[in-house]
């Protein structure tokens, strides 16, 4: 039967739940961030334990960062910059909200952000309007105020090639959910943009020997490599040889299997094995898988 866990405010335009399941971060028009606690591991009800005011343009998107690295948050707002909150509350006291960190750009608007962990390292992966793609590394794990500039590039298969200012209106990363610290560390990125080149999904690896990212997979059929693209996710593995990547266009919710082992070029082996269709009228608009 189902129940209600709580009942969102009205203005809600995001929400995430924590890696345990026991948080819920909501983010609004008025650009509050609401965090709902279960309290208690065994309940099903969430409750408001505290708001801040993050931005005064409206939150999009809310993302958490991995536990590890404390209670915090990431949050994109209507004007498109980004902002890291953590949570410094201590034993019983009162939950406080305080603002660590603000990624500026002169132009760009941030689309999406997602965060994944290297040895214990903190990456963060950003993606902006203008098609670039920035990846941080947290250089203190203890303080998430410093980050560095670990590289920045374009969704481009070839790495020489560059592309004209492009203008994004969406983007959609997801990391690689790793199993060990012994995985090559990957994440999969797609633009919905008006720049064709940019928009199909590509898998970007970490080369260790290079200190580089490279393209080593391509997630679209050659005659789908324009599409644009509103969602991807990477699925977890539970023993499988490959992994599974959905991917979401206007065509419907493709499901990819990826290689493991790259060929002399360094490529993975792509296949697409299903295409979920049935949405074609309004995945214009739905940006979820």
């Not at 360094?266 to 949405?279: D, F, K, N, Q, T």
Request: proline letters at 4%; aromatic letters at 10%; hydrophobic letters at 40%.
């Amino acid at each position: 039967m189902e129940k209600s866990l709580t009942t969102l405010e009205n203005g809600t335009t995001c929400s995430s739940w924590n890696y345990s399941g026991q948080r819920i971060a909501t983010g609004s028009v008025d650009g509050t961030l609401s965090i709902f606690d279960s309290g208690d591991p065994a309940s099903t009800s969430f409750k408001c334990t505290s708001k801040a005011r993050v931005s005064e343009s409206g939150v999009v998107k809310v993302v958490w960062i991995p536990p590890v690295f404390g209670d915090a948050v990431a949050c994109i707002d209507g004007n498109g910059s980004l902002s890291l909150w953590e949570d410094l509350a201590e034993d019983a006291q009162a939950v406080e909200w305080k603002h660590c960190k603000s990624f500026q750009s002169n132009s760009a608007k941030v689309l999406d952000v997602q965060f994944g962990v290297f040895r214990t390292i903190l990456k963060m992966v950003v993606a902006y309007s203008d098609g670039q793609v920035k990846v941080y590394e947290l250089s203190n794990p203890l303080e998430l105020k410093n980050w560095q500039l670990q590289a920045e590039f374009q969704n481009l298969t070839d790495s020489v090639a560059k592309s004209a200012k492009a203008s994004c209106f969406s983007a959609s990363i997801s990391w690689n959910p790793q199993r060990g610290g012994g995985q090559e560390l990957r994440f999969v990125l797609g633009f919905n943009s008006d720049t064709p080149q940019l928009n199909s999904s590509k898998v970007w690896e970490f080369d260790l020997d290079h200190q580089r990212w490279v393209p080593v997979g391509e997630l679209a059929l050659p005659e789908d490599r324009k599409d644009q693209v509103f969602s991807v996710a990477w699925a977890p593995n539970i023993g499988r040889p490959y992994e599974v990547i959905a991917v979401a266009t206007h065509k419907g919710i493709a499901l990819w299997h990826l290689g493991s082992n790259p060929d002399v070029q360094g490529r993975l082996a792509v296949e697409r094995v299903a295409l979920l269709s049935g949405y074609e009228a309004g995945f214009g608009k739905w940006n979820g898988i």
